[in-house]
C-alpha cells in the first residue's frame, strides 16, 4: 500500500491521523494518506503568513515569480505521466482523459507565469492640481484554497497559478477522496524551488480540516470549489476572520438543440459533454433541451452513440467511460434515476447498475418531457445521466434553460447566427458555448453566478481576484498645508 505525506512549509511531514484511499475500480483500499487535523491546518496556515512577508518571497521581483512559475510548468509536463497514473488509480478517472489534461495543465502555470510581471496600477486623473493620486495592486495574503477530487490538478492550476502570480501564498487542501494526485504535485513545487511556506499541501476531512482552514484567523482569501451546501459552511465559517473568497460551486447546465443544427456534430458534443469524465465535472451539460420536431431523430442518434462508448478500467487507453468516484455518489445516482422514473420519465438507455467490483454506472439518457420538474431535471447528479425536455419556441428553451438556480455553463447549438446572439445575450450563465461544448483555455475566464457561484477563475480576471488595491496620495506643493481651522 502507497503511503502519502503533506508537504508544509518547505518540507513533507506525517499528519496527525491517516486514512485509507479506496481504488473506485475495485471498490479496495490502495493508499494510506494523511489526515490533517487542527494542529496541521495551523501549522501550514501558519507557514504561510510568515513566508508572504519572509524576504525570500516578498522581496522576489513580479518576474522573479514568473520564473519560478515557469519552472513548475515544465515540471509539471515532465511529470504528467506520473500524475496522470495516480490521478486515474485515486479517482478512477480514465487514463486518456487524466494524461491530456494534466500535460494542458502546464499551460496553465505558463499562462500565469506570464502574467506575473504584468499585474499592473494606475494613474488617476484627479481634480486637485496638486496631487498625484495612483493605484497599486498588492497580493491579498494567505490563500485557502479548497478543491474538490475531480480534475484536481486543473482546479488547483487555477488557483495556486494566479495566487502565486499575484504573490500571496498558499494552503491547499485537496479533497479526502482521491487526493494522491495533489499530494505528489507537491514534489514538484518543492523541485521548482520556491520558498519554504508559499506552497502548502494537506488533505483532511471537512469539520476537521476544511471547516479549520476556512476559519482560520491568519487566512485573508479563499478560493473554493465545491457544492452549494459546503459553499454555505465556507462563508460561515469566514464570519469571523472576514476573509474575501471566490467559489466555484458547479451546475445544471442546459445543452439546447434547435432543430436546424447539425445534429450529428450535436450529438457528439453532447455525448462528450455528459458522458466524458463519466458526467463528474462542473460543467456537464446534464439538461437537453431539444426541439420537439427533431427530439426522437436526436435521441435515436444519442442513444446509439451512448450505447456504443466503450466502459472499463479506467488505466485502459481504449476506456471511455470508468467508475464513479465513490459508492455513495452511485448510491444517489440510483436513487434520483428509480425516483425520476416513478414519476413518469422515460429511461431511453443506461439506468441498470452493473454486476461486479467497482462504482461502475453506465451512460443513462431519461427522457423527461412528459415530467419536466423530474429529480433528475434539478439536481446536480455528478454522473453519466442526461435528462431530456423538448420545446416548440425559442423562448420555451430560454425559459428551459434559465428555470435553475444554478448558471454556471450553457450549450447553444443553431446554424442561426442571428437566434445565436439572441441566446446568448438570454441565457443567464458565467458561460455560453455555440455549436462546441466544454472547451477550456487557461485565457477564457470560468465562472457563473446564483448557486453556481462568484468570482472568475482563468484569464486576467483570476491574478485579479488575488490582488488588493491601494490608494496613493501624493502632495506635490511646497507650501505649507494650511491650519485647517482658519476660514480664508
Known amino acids: 500500500m ?5 508537504y508544509i512549509d518547505g518540507a513533507f511531514s506525517d499528519a496527525e491521523a491517516t486514512f485509507q484511499s479506496l481504488d473506485p475500480a475495485t471498490g479496495q483500499p490502495w493508499a494510506e494518506m494523511p489526515e490533517a487535523r487542527e494542529g496541521d491546518v495551523d ?9 508572504f512577508d519572509a524576504p525570500e518571497w516578498a522581496g ?5 515569480r514568473g520564473k519560478l512559475l515557469y519552472r513548475l510548468a515544465d515540471l509539471i509536463a515532465e511529470a504528467a505521466p506520473r500524475l496522470a497514473e495516480l490521478e486515474t488509480r485515486d479517482t478512477g478517472k480514465i487514463i486518456r482523459e487524466t494524461s491530456a ?7 496553465y502555470y505558463r499562462y500565469y507565469a506570464g502574467l506575473a510581471d504584468k499585474i499592473e496600477g494606475a494613474h488617476l486623473p484627479i481634480d486637485k492640481p496638486d496631487m498625484e493620486v495612483w493605484l497599486r495592486r498588492e497580493p491579498k495574503g494567505v490563500v485557502a484554497a479548497i478543491v474538490p477530487w ?5 482546479l488547483s492550476a487555477v488557483k495556486i497559478g494566479p495566487a502565486l502570480a499575484a504573490g500571496c501564498t498558499i494552503v491547499v487542501k485537496a479533497s479526502e477522496d482521491g487526493p494522491a494526485p495533489l499530494l505528489e504535485f507537491a514534489r514538484l513545487v518543492h523541485e521548482a524551488g520556491f520558498p519554504p511556506g508559499v506552497v502548502n499541501i494537506l488533505t483532511g476531512f471537512g469539520p476537521r480540516c476544511g471547516a479549520i482552514l476556512t476559519a482560520h484567523p491568519l487566512v485573508d482569501h479563499i478560493a473554493f470549489t465545491g457544492g ?6 465556507v462563508i460561515r465559517n469566514s464570519a469571523e476572520n472576514l476573509a474575501s473568497a471566490s467559489l466555484e460551486l458547479g451546475g445544471k447546465s442546459p445543452f439546447i438543440v ?3 443544427a447539425d445534429l450529428e456534430s450535436a450529438a457528439n458534443a453532447q455525448i462528450a459533454g455528459i458522458f466524458a469524465a463519466t458526467g463528474q465535472s462542473c460543467v456537464a451539460g446534464s439538461r437537453l433541451i431539444v426541439a420537439a420536431e427533431v427530439k426522437d431523430r436526436f435521441l435515436a442518434l444519442l442513444a446509439k452513440k451512448a450505447e456504443a462508448v466503450a466502459i472499463g478500467t479506467p488505466q485502459d487507453m481504449a476506456t471511455e467511460v470508468g467508475p464513479l468516484c465513490t459508492a455513495r455518489q452511485r448510491a444517489k445516482i440510483e436513487e434520483v434515476v428509480a425516483a425520476s422514473v416513478d414519476a413518469g420519465a422515460t429511461l431511453v438507455t443506461g439506468g441498470k447498475t452493473p454486476e461486479g467490483q467497482g462504482f461502475y454506472y453506465p451512460p443513462t439518457i431519461l427522457d423527461c418531457s412528459a415530467v419536466p420538474d423530474a429529480p433528475a431535471v434539478g439536481t446536480e447528479l455528478f454522473g453519466p445521466v442526461l435528462s431530456v425536455i423538448a420545446f416548440d419556441t425559442e423562448e420555451d428553451a430560454v425559459a428551459l434553460a434559465n428555470s435553475t438556480q444554478y448558471g454556471l455553463a450553457s450549450g447553444v447549438f443553431t446554424r442561426d447566427l442571428a437566434r445565436a446572439h439572441r441566446m446568448v445575450r438570454r441565457i443567464k450563465a458565467g458561460i455560453v458555448w455555440i455549436n462546441t461544448y466544454r472547451a477550456v483555455s487557461p485565457v477564457a475566464p470560468f465562472g457563473g453566478h446564483g448557486l453556481s457561484g462568484h468570482g472568475r477563475e482563468g484569464g486576467i480576471a483570476a491574478v485579479l481576484d488575488y490582488t488588493a488595491v491601494k490608494t496613493v496620495w501624493l502632495r506635490t506643493s511646497d507650501d505649507p498645508i494650511p491650519d485647517p481651522f482658519i476660514m480664508r
Open 2 to 6: 502507497q503511503r502519502f505525506q503533506h
Open 43 to 51: 501549522r501550514a496556515v501558519t507557514a504561510a503568513h510568515r513566508a
Open 60 to 64: 522576489l521581483t513580479a518576474s522573479a
Open 101 to 107: 489534461q494534466i500535460a494542458y495543465v502546464a499551460e
Open 150 to 154: 475531480n480534475s484536481q490538478l486543473f
Open 228 to 233: 452549494p451546501d459546503a459553499a454555505r459552511h
Open 258 to 260: 434547435f432543430a436546424d
